[in-house]
């Protein structure tokens, strides 16, 4: 079983940054896939960046790419998304997902292990 823990979500001004962490109860790499989702009101989730567990490409969502970075620190079994330039709508609930499988997985439901959530607020 893999518990995830995200944090590090709040309200911000249009065009600022944010770091999101995410922390395992035990190591991830070489063990799980993760992935960043995120669910605004009256929406789907969707994905926004993911790596798999050999920690090679990563993939974004074209909405954030050159804006948002996945990173992991192993040693702190901690997946981190650096969040910059930010606009009213990533508004939205951020989860970071655990998948056991060995590819890069993009689809929610492909995702076995989930976190609780960190509410994303960007307004002026």
């Not at 998948?99 to 509410?119: F, N, R, S, V």
């Amino acid at each position: 079983q893999l518990e995830l823990v995200e944090s590090g979500g709040g309200l911000v001004q249009p065009g600022g940054s944010l770091r999101l962490s995410c922390t395992a109860s035990r190591g991830i790499l070489d063990r799980y896939g993760l992935g960043w989702f995120r669910q605004a009101p009256g929406k789907e989730r969707e994905g926004v960046s993911c790596i798999s567990r050999t920690g090679g490409p990563i993939k974004y969502a074209d909405s954030v790419k050159g804006r948002f970075s996945l990173s992991i620190d192993n040693a702190k079994n901690t997946m981190y998304l650096e969040m910059n330039d930010l606009k009213s709508e990533d508004t939205a609930v951020y989860y970071c997902a655990g998948a056991l499988g060995p590819k890069l997985y993009w689809d929610a439901d492909e995702y076995e292990y989930w976190g609780q959530g960190t509410q994303v607020t960007v307004s002026s």
